[in-house]
């Protein structure tokens, strides 16, 4: 229950928070004791809400209601942009100044526009840059949840080997394992494959355990195609036909 | 959120107003840097309002906390080859007993409720929280054995859960 409320935190490392996912989703008294702790974890972040000084405040506000009102292309957004023009320009003219003075003025705010502009762009570019790896993470957080989704399904159907088991859903494959032996310096874990009606062994994905040797791993395959899936450890990079005995080999019926 | 959906950006301008302190201060507290914090929040808010249906129940600033922690973890990500936490986004908790009973909590009670428990137990939560960072990176910096550092977060999340209630019920 320890590493439930760790995940409740979400300062769990990235190897144990699928397994820990599927014990939850698994495990009734795992789920409330999540369910328990998740709001309580959520509200620690209303602990860091502090003063912002007025004139950032007022900055990120306008970056961000800028693109907002031309988002939202709704005649809220043509009034705020008139309001500030106009509050510049009556700045402007209630000084009474000369012409001469009107084209110096105007050519300073010019270079200040590019100079905001300038800026504009950069903190733009930033925050596309910041959506991009969010939407990259997305997209893993969304395979994840596809992972787990298999691994828990009632119709999965289990091959269980001496070192956790084998996992066929539709046409996905994955290995749950939870005590392989510690790998040699320079070793990987490399997957096999044998295709239906075949006896040729194919290379397939590796990769390296947790410390305490715990791995879920998608096969790339597509599993209706395959009838059985080996282990074995192989050098770094991986072996294009086995180098050492196999960990296990497990038929897939 | 029903004029958030409408496409309302006068009310989307209160809504910053009053919570814009909240995603910042979040922000500048894990990432450290006002340019990035600045970012995320100009993102976390472009993301509401974008998709204001991704909020459904509860406490709309614990809500908002989270995802502000998930955007600063993403940045913490591509920021170094750190390990960070990994969050929950799994499973969901919307309409359980607690988000229903948290739904009206606010910051100065949860400054209150985090200060009231042993600097064992929320140093470990806090670090975790704030610093994005997994449990073992925890036990390395502080000195304190992994096993213990497990039962201190859950045992301080249990106590804050308890304090909490009792001030919601008051």
């Given at each position: 229950m320890d590493l439930v409320a760790a995940y409740a935190l979400g300062v769990l490392p990235a190897r144990e928070h699928a397994l820990v996912t599927a014990y939850?989703?698994?495990?009734?008294?795992?789920r409330a004791e999540f369910e328990a702790l998740r709001p309580t974890a959520d509200l620690i972040g209303l602990s860091a809400e502090e003063p912002v000084d007025s004139a950032r405040s007022a900055r990120m506000k306008q970056r961000l209601m800028t693109t907002v009102r031309q988002q939202a292309a709704s005649p809220v957004g043509a009034t705020g942009s008139g309001r500030t023009a106009g509050a510049r320009s009556s700045w402007f003219v209630g000084?009474?100044?000369a012409a001469a003075a009107a084209v110096?003025?105007?050519?300073?705010?010019?270079?200040?526009?590019?100079?905001?502009?300038?800026?504009l762009a950069n903190a733009n570019s930033r925050a596309a840059a910041l959506q991009s790896q969010i939407a990259q993470n997305e997209r893993v957080r969304t395979r994840d949840r596809e992972m787990i989704a298999d691994l828990t399904a009632p119709d999965a159907q289990r091959y269980p080997v001496p070192e956790g088991e084998v996992v066929k859903h539709g046409s996905h494959l994955y290995l749950t394992l939870h005590s392989l032996p510690p790998l040699p310096r320079g070793k990987v874990y490399q997957a096999w494959t044998i295709a239906k009606g075949t006896k040729n062994l194919a290379p397939s994905i590796v990769f390296t355990p947790s410390p305490a040797g715990a791995a879920i791993v998608a096969l790339p395959e597509n599993a209706d195609t395959l009838s059985v899936v080996a282990l074995s450890v192989e050098p770094e990079g991986g072996s294009k036909v086995p180098t050492s005995k196999a960990t296990f080999v497990r038929p897939l019926s | 959120m029903e004029r958030l959906r409408a496409r309302d950006s006068v009310a989307f301008e209160h809504l910053y107003d009053a919570y814009h302190r909240l995603v910042f201060g979040i922000a500048l507290r894990m990432l450290n840097d006002t340019t990035m914090a600045e970012d995320l929040t100009q993102s976390v808010f472009l993301k509401i309002w974008k998709s204001p249906d991704a909020f459904r129940d509860g406490n709309f600033g614990a809500w908002l906390?989270?995802?502000?922690?998930?955007?600063?973890?993403?940045?913490?990500?591509?920021?170094a080859s750190r390990a960070t936490a990994e969050i929950p986004s799994d499973i969901a908790t919307e309409g359980s007993i607690d988000e229903i009973v948290f739904a009206k909590i606010d910051s100065q009670r949860v400054r209150s409720a985090l200060a009231a428990l042993p600097d064992e137990q929320r140093s470990p939560i806090e670090m975790g929280f704030f610093g994005g960072i997994t449990h073992e990176e925890i036990a390395r910096r502080t000195g304190i054995p992994l096993g213990t550092v497990k039962t201190r977060i859950r045992s301080g999340l249990r106590r804050l859960r308890g304090d909490l209630q009792s001030t919601v019920s008051r």
């Open positions: 939850i989703l698994a495990n009734p008294a795992a000084a009474g100044l110096l003025f105007a050519l300073v705010s010019t270079i200040q526009n590019f100079s905001l502009r300038g800026e | 906390a989270r995802v502000t922690r998930n955007g600063a973890l993403d940045v913490l990500r591509s920021r």
